[in-house]
T-cell receptor, first 113, second 110 residues
Framework: DSGVTQTPKHLITATGQRVTLRCSPRSGDLSVYWYQQSLDQGLQFLIQYYNGEERAKGNILERFSAQQFPDLHSELNLSSLELGDSALYFC????????????FGPGTRLTVT | DAKTTQPTSMDCAEGRAANLPCNHSTISGNEYVYWYRQIHSQGPQYIIHGLKNNETNEMASLIITEDRKSSTLILPHATLRDTAVYYCIVRSLLADKLIFGTGTRLQVFP
């Protein structure tokens, strides 16, 4: 158990809809990262938040947005969903220890039909 | 971040050492080598990391060559539960994101 929790575990929705994925980092970790894993693209970094502020952006679509709240949990919002958005979405957190390793949650499997 | 090259797949007998190689010939002086693994669609799991010295923890050992252009992850006594995709990632501490390649699919057989 990494200490990172994600909800929901599975999500099935239709094209054009909007969903919100939630992540709670390990206790004390200030950084939250979102990654997408699809069959054809592998694991790709989407976005990072540090203590409520956006820190880094990766291959995140404009239809996607994220935020980190004062209690440090984070939400990833996906809108106008397309079939190609079907993927595993992972959240990770890190606490700026000297090793900077990231701890990943169990993921949310999104299926768009 | 430097790119890495790993074999697509490897097999290992249960109880034997699994040696997973990684080439990172363009690594720069401030970049570390990190290893993660992903067991069947679970979240990636941190294994170990190093800069230039060999490292060992309860999960594995990391051997980095003197020129730092390659490294080997060693699982000393592989078990069936070690079957996973292993990712070698090179990153500087300032670069927060992890860039995952295709990794090595390790199959441990009885």
């Amino acid at each position: 158990d990494s200490g990172v929790t994600q909800t929901p575990k599975h999500l099935i929705t239709a094209t054009g809809q909007r969903v919100t994925l939630r992540c709670s980092p390990r206790s004390g970790d200030l950084s939250v990262y979102w990654y997408q894993q699809s069959l054809d693209q592998g694991l790709q970094f989407l976005i990072q938040y540090y203590n409520g502020e956006e820190r880094a952006k990766g291959n995140i679509l404009e239809r996607f947005s994220a935020q980190q709240f004062p209690d440090l949990h984070s939400e990833l919002n996906l809108s106008s969903l397309e079939l190609g958005d079907s993927a595993l979405y992972f959240c990770a957190s890190s606490g700026r220890t000297t090793s900077y390793e990231q701890y990943f949650g169990p993921g949310t499997r999104l299926t768009v039909t | 971040d430097a790119k890495t090259t790993q074999p697509t797949s490897m097999d290992c007998a249960e109880g034997r050492a699994a040696n997973l190689p990684c080439n990172h010939s363009t690594i720069s002086g401030n970049e570390y080598v990190y290893w993660y693994r992903q067991i069947h669609s679970q979240g990636p799991q941190y294994i170990i990391h190093g800069l230039k010295n060999n490292e060992t923890n309860e999960m594995a050992s990391l051997i980095i060559t003197e020129d730092r252009k390659s490294s080997t992850l060693i699982l000393p006594h592989a078990t069936l539960r070690d079957t996973a995709v292993y990712y070698c990632i090179v990153r500087s501490l300032l670069a927060d994101k992890l860039i995952f390649g295709t990794g090595t699919r390790l199959q441990v057989f009885p």
